[in-house]
């Protein structure tokens, strides 16, 4: 299976997410050069944030034009680039991101042979694995458990209604693998695609499925198949630094990390006589 893919673009400026925002009654707009522009309201304050894209250039007219000249505009860089004066929110970040190559032999060698022993004994076991698209429904079990994992471990996600809508909106873009032994389920995971990348957006196992190395079954299947379908990279999630082994079992499969832009806060009346930044 193969996706007319669009060009590589990070999931929240994919048309997908603006209409999954939309569906669920977040307003939104497109400036000039197509970036995707979040409108909320924070303490009645209005409040824009354009997520992962660099600003266009002549920032300050592309708001005049858009009508926010006066709002505060929240600035997260997919990578680092060159900014206008803005406060910083937060340093960047590193990303985690696996290159994906067509051919299964180099994708196995680019493992750490601690990640390839354990796909090994995975291969070896009775695991059966089913893959689809996700149904979007905002109470679908796996988003249920997310929700719940997301509480106990005190981590942010999307809520399940934005994902169900994106799931609604664009079907094609979710990808859904279950690996199951016997009539038990023992890990999930959902990736979603965008252009020529996709975004490993939910993970869930059981400890049945961590004994198994369930996940690294998963992944390595999820990898061949998006692979497959002309997806490039997958984004695997931002360094925690609180998470050394997640962070050893991502970086483990070949993957690299790649700074992110930071966030900044780009207001007019800040910036005057403010020094301008570079988020490198």
């Known amino acids: 299976m193969s996706l007319a893919l669009s060009p590589d673009r990070p999931l929240l400026q994919d048309p997908a997410f603006d209409a999954a925002l939309r569906a669920r009654g977040a307003r939104t707009l497109r ?41 505060p505009l929240i ?78 471990r005190g981590y942010l996600n999307w809520p399940a209604p934005l994902t169900a809508a994106f799931a609604m909106a664009a079907p094609e873009q979710t990808l859904w693998l279950r690996a199951g032994v016997r ?30 190395h369930a996940h690294n079954l998963l992944l390595w299947r999820a990898s061949r198949q998006l692979a497959s379908m002309g997806v490039r990279r997958i984004e695997l999630g931002l360094v925690q630094p609180g998470a050394p082994g997640l962070n050893r079992f991502k970086l483990r499969t070949g993957a690299r990390r790649q700074p992110t832009g930071g966030s900044w806060l780009y207001w007019r009346p800040l910036a005057r006589g403010a020094p301008r930044p570079s988020c490198a």
């Open 75 to 152: 600035l997260s860089p997919d990578h680092p680039c060159p900014l206008p004066p803005a406060l910083c929110l937060q340093r960047p970040r590193d990303l985690i991101l696996l290159d994906l190559p067509r051919e299964n032999a180099r994708a196995r060698e680019a493992l750490h042979p601690k990640w390839r022993n354990q796909l090994r004994r995975a291969e070896k076991r009775p695991i059966h694995i089913v893959e689809g698209p996700l149904a979007p429904d905002p109470e679908h079990p796996l988003l249920r458990m997310e929700q719940r994992q997301a509480r106990q």
């Open 183 to 212: 009539d038990r389920v023992v890990a999930h995971m959902l990736f979603l695609i965008h252009g020529s990348r996709a975004t490993y957006h939910i993970g869930q196992t059981s400890p049945e499925g961590r004994r198994l």
């Open 31 to 71: 400036l000039g050069g197509g970036e995707l522009v979040l409108l909320r309201r924070f303490a009645g304050l209005r409040l824009a944030m354009l997520p992962r894209a660099a600003p266009p250039p002549g920032l300050a007219c592309a708001l005049a034009e858009a009508g926010l000249a006066r709002v």
